[in-house]
């Protein structure tokens, strides 16, 4: 990204790690605690307009169900509820006891995954570095699981990942079940497929208490790694799961050279998260800054991939994975077709 987008995120980082939204004082009693929640999310959150979400409306329900003798279980199910009419995964509501989430960006559809299948492809002597999993397959196609952005990835690690993975064909990243981490680490990681700058995407952020107070759309570029680039074919597989900075993954490797999507269309999840605190002390997140593809379009409800694929019952009791045997077909095909 440039230098002005870069400082803009790590800005929106530190505020997420360190500050809170400032809110008005209410009292500490599950009325106070409704309405302070009600109206951080009024001020504050970014998709209300996409999603259509009428929030007056939504007060006007969820209000009837607060009483002030009500216990903290009691309170948390109602706010839970109430948050999860926004359908939103970076949404959430924690406390001591419990975090009220809404999953049904993925718990809604098939998994497309099965531990039991994907450990067969690596077997016991794959390699292992920082949280990637990765061997080279017997058709010499190269296999790379990767379940998170949650840690530094490292610029070594991803030279001798790709060091060793130099003499295959092609290349499989196994994005299934990534529902994010750092938007840092995507980046890094997608940086090693593009040989020059490329714009991927675009930005905002919340200029107002209005519902539709956002900025001008700022660009999202990518710029090519330092260290080893894989200059061959890609396929990155996909599934409901994949969520957040994994999602935005998908986004810039869908603007990179020789990459195909094969899977499931990803889980979501588009809004950069701020996070501010109620006051009994429980914390929640909300979406606050919306991210588009090159297109300008939202990716808040997920990215189709370029080939639909889904797990087949016959396959697993076969022992085969669909989705990865369909990524090497396509793999194959290609590759014989550019060498004819």
């Known amino acids: 990204m440039n230098k002005k987008l870069s400082l803009f995120l790590l800005s929106l980082l530190l505020l997420t790690l360190s500050s809170c939204v400032t809110e008005t004082e209410f009292a500490d009693n599950p009325q106070g605690n409704f309405e302070a929640l009600w109206k951080i999310m009024d001020e504050h959150y970014c998709f209300f307009e996409?999603?259509?979400?009428?929030?007056?409306?939504?007060?006007?329900?969820?209000?009837?169900?607060?009483?002030?003798?009500?216990?903290?279980?009691?309170?948390?199910?109602?706010?839970?509820?109430m948050l999860a009419e926004l359908k939103d995964g970076h949404v959430n509501l924690y406390t001591s006891f419990d975090t009220g989430r809404y999953w049904g960006f993925h718990e809604n559809y098939p998994s497309n995954y099965s531990d039991t299948l994907v450990n067969r492809y690596l077997g016991t002597?794959?390699?292992?570095?920082?949280?990637?999993?990765?061997?080279?397959?017997?058709?010499?196609?190269?296999?790379?699981?990767?379940?998170?952005?949650?840690?530094?990835?490292?610029?070594g690690n991803l030279d001798n990942i790709l060091l060793y993975l130099a003499p295959c064909r092609g290349l499989i990243i196994d994005l299934r079940q990534n529902t994010g981490g750092l938007l840092t680490s995507a980046e890094e990681l997608?940086?090693?497929?593009?040989?020059?700058?490329?714009?991927?995407?675009y930005m905002q952020h919340k200029t107002g208490k209005g519902h539709s107070d956002f900025s001008s759309l700022e660009q999202q570029t990518l710029k090519p790694g330092k260290g080893l680039r894989w200059q061959k074919q890609?396929?990155?597989?996909?599934?409901?799961?994949?969520?957040?900075?994994?999602?935005?993954?998908?986004k810039y490797m869908k603007c990179c050279p020789q990459v195909t999507i094969v899977g499931d269309r990803t889980g979501g999840g588009a809004g950069l998260p701020?996070?501010?605190?109620l006051p009994n002390g429980w914390s929640v997140r909300f979406s606050a800054c919306p991210m588009y593809d090159r297109d300008k379009q939202s990716t808040e409800s997920g990215i189709d991939p370029d080939i639909s694929a889904s797990l087949s019952t016959y396959d697993f009791m076969m022992g085969f994975d669909t989705i990865i045997e369909r990524a090497r077909e396509f793999l194959a095909t290609s590759l014989s077709s550019t060498v004819q």
């Open 274 to 277: 701020f996070s501010s605190e």
């Open 234 to 250: 890609v396929v990155v597989l996909t599934n409901r799961q994949v969520y957040s900075a994994a999602n935005e993954f998908v």
């Open 190 to 201: 997608a940086a090693r497929f593009t040989n020059e700058e490329l714009l991927v995407g």
């Open 50 to 81: 996409e999603k259509g979400v009428d929030w007056d409306e939504v007060h006007s329900r969820y209000a009837q169900q607060i009483d002030n003798s009500m216990t903290e279980s009691q309170l948390l199910e109602v706010l839970g509820n």
């Open 125 to 155: 002597d794959y390699l292992l570095t920082n949280g990637f999993r990765y061997r080279i397959l017997d058709d010499n196609i190269g296999y790379v699981s990767c379940q998170s952005f949650s840690y530094d990835i490292g610029a």
